[in-house]
């Protein structure tokens, strides 16, 4: 069946500029989450989002982050006057449930790159 | 402050032999740990569970350890192939009211040597 997918795969774009990253989670997967991950570095928690409960935004960095998330579909990480700092491959989640230990299924990550 | 920490450092390897890899863990009580392998350009994908009363697990040639008491869990690669060659993230996890989280590693990069 179809994985997580993500676009755009890549992404270059001027410093203040706004970014928008989707992301597509398996059908089913009520939790959805975002990372960011820097070369060479682990993965950051960004936030993550529940059925309709509240999301956890307690990860983002800065106001210029926010995500939505439409019902327990597609999901959408905008970032607004982007950074250099903000360059990095931004990685998308989804599970089954989040209330037991379920494994995370990941997408390739869409790769920014700020100006 | 909550504090993961696998070993930056590559681990090179002689096919054949076992990959031993560890992540310790301060300012934390997880409730779980899982072990992901990711390939470069491509996301994390997951491999091993273990609860925290849960001693080792196996899957195939892989085997996690997870010693609360030392807050470490080791994960190694028996009979080591090329094709295991990735880099390798422990992430914590607990329950919370509101649903669970995640907490991941730095992350180890394992290059196996034919």
């Known amino acids: 069946g179809a994985g997580v997918s993500q676009s755009p795969s890549n992404k270059v774009t001027e410093k203040g500029k706004d970014v928008e990253l989707r992301c597509d989670p398996i059908?089913?997967?009520?939790?959805l989450y975002w990372y960011r991950q820097r070369l060479g570095q682990g993965l950051e928690f960004l936030i993550y989002?529940?059925?309709?409960?509240?999301?956890?935004k307690s990860g983002l960095p800065s106001d210029r982050f926010s995500a939505e998330r439409t019902g327990e579909s597609v999901s959408t990480l905008t970032i607004q006057r982007t950074q250099q700092e903000d360059s990095a491959v931004y990685l998308c989640?989804?599970?089954?449930?989040?209330?037991?230990?379920?494994?995370?299924?990941f997408g390739p990550g869409t790769r920014l790159t700020v100006l | 402050s909550q504090k993961i920490e696998q070993n930056s450092e590559a681990l090179n390897i002689q096919e054949g032999k076992t990959a031993t890899l560890t992540c310790n863990y301060t300012?934390?009580?997880?409730?779980?740990l899982q072990w992901y392998r990711q390939d470069p350009g491509r996301g994390p994908v997951f491999l091993l569970l273990?609860?925290?009363?849960?001693k080792e697990k196996r899957k195939e040639r892989l085997k996690v350890t997870f010693d609360t008491t030392l807050k470490q869990s080791l994960f190694h690669i028996t009979a080591s192939q090329p094709a295991d060659s990735a880099t390798y993230l422990c992430?914590?996890?607990?329950?919370?009211?509101?649903?669970?989280?995640?907490?991941f590693g730095g992350g180890t990069r394992v290059l196996v040597k034919p």
């Open positions: 300012n934390y009580s997880p409730a779980y």
């Open positions: 059908s089913g997967h009520t939790a």
């Open positions: 989002f529940q059925g309709n409960s509240a999301p956890d």
């Open positions: 273990i609860r925290e009363n849960e």
């Open positions: 992430a914590l996890g607990r329950f919370g009211a509101a649903g669970n989280k995640l907490t």
């Open positions: 989640a989804s599970s089954l449930a989040n209330l037991q230990e379920d494994e995370q299924f």
